[in-house]
C-alpha cells in the first residue's frame, strides 16, 4: 500500500482564496483523521471520521473550515477564506485501530 | 482538558550518549499513551503504544516505559540516524481516537 497520499504537498495562495486540501486514506481504514501542526501550538486535531462520517469536529477554528468525506477513500479539508494565520502544515491520518494512526506526509500551506 | 507536556524541548547528544526523553500527562482514564518519531517534511511515523504503568517495550535502540503521570522514551547508544523529533500522545476514555498530542522533543546526534 502507498499509505495515505495528500494533495498538493505545498500549497501558497492569497489571502481571501478558497483552498482545497486532500487526502486519500490506506484501503481499510475506517478512520480518517485531519490535524495542523504550527510551531506555536504543535498537532492539534480538527476533525475526525468514522465510516465516512464526522464524529468530532470540535478542534475546527472556525467556520471558514469545512471537511467532508464523500467515500472511503477520498476526504477534503476546504478553508475559505483563507488568512494568513492558517499557515501551518495540515497532516492527514488513518487507521482501523485504537491510537496507532497512519499519517500522511502532510501539505505545507501558506497564506500571504 | 487533557495536558501532554514534553520535555526538554530539544536536546543535543553525541553518538552513544545514552539519555531520556519524559512526557507528562494529565488525562481523565488513559486508555493509551503513544509515541511517534517525525522526521523534516514527513508526517509522524508510530513507534510505540502503552497501556498500563509499568508497561516497557523496545524497538532498537528505543525503549518506552509507563508510570502513572508519566512516560519515558529512553535511547541507548544513538546514532545520528536516531535524529528526529519525537512526539508523545495520549489517548483518553472521551474518545477511542481522539489522540492529544505534546509539542515533541527535537533530538539531534551528532557523529
Known amino acids: 500500500d502507498a499509505g495515505v497520499i495528500q494533495s498538493p504537498r505545498h500549497e501558497v495562495t492569497e489571502m481571501g482564496q478558497e483552498v482545497t486540501l486532500r487526502c486519500k486514506p490506506i484501503?481499510?481504514?475506517?478512520?480518517l483523521f485531519w490535524y495542523r501542526q504550527t510551531m506555536m501550538r504543535g498537532l492539534e486535531l480538527l476533525i475526525y471520521?468514522?465510516?465516512?462520517?464526522?464524529i468530532d469536529d470540535s478542534g475546527m477554528p472556525e467556520d471558514r473550515f469545512s471537511a467532508k468525506m464523500p467515500n472511503a477513500s477520498f476526504s477534503t479539508l476546504k478553508i475559505q477564506p483563507s488568512e494568513p494565520r492558517d499557515s501551518a502544515v495540515y497532516f492527514c491520518?488513518?487507521?482501523w485501530g485504537e491510537g496507532r494512526a497512519f499519517f500522511g506526509q502532510g501539505t505545507r500551506l501558506t497564506v500571504v | 482538558e487533557d495536558q501532554v507536556t514534553q520535555s526538554p524541548e530539544a536536546l543535543r547528544l553525541q553518538e552513544g550518549e545514552s539519555s531520556s526523553l519524559n512526557c507528562s500527562y494529565t488525562?481523565?482514564?488513559?486508555?493509551?499513551l503513544f509515541w511517534y518519531r517525525q522526521d523534516p517534511g514527513k508526517g509522524p511515523e508510530f513507534l510505540f503504544t502503552?497501556?498500563?504503568a509499568g508497561e516497557e517495550k523496545e524497538k532498537e535502540r528505543l525503549k518506552a516505559t509507563l508510570t502513572k503521570k508519566e512516560s519515558f522514551l529512553h535511547i541507548t547508544a544513538p546514532k545520528p540516524e536516531d535524529s528526529a523529533t519525537y512526539l508523545c500522545?495520549?489517548?483518553?476514555?472521551?474518545?477511542?481516537?481522539?489522540?492529544?498530542f505534546g509539542k515533541g522533543t527535537l533530538l539531534t546526534v551528532n557523529p
Open positions: 491520518a488513518s487507521t
Open positions: 488525562v481523565s482514564g488513559l486508555r493509551g
Open positions: 502503552l497501556y498500563s
Open positions: 500522545a495520549s489517548n483518553s476514555g472521551g474518545s477511542n481516537y481522539k489522540l492529544t
Open positions: 484501503s481499510g481504514h475506517d478512520y
Open positions: 471520521f468514522n465510516n465516512n462520517v464526522p
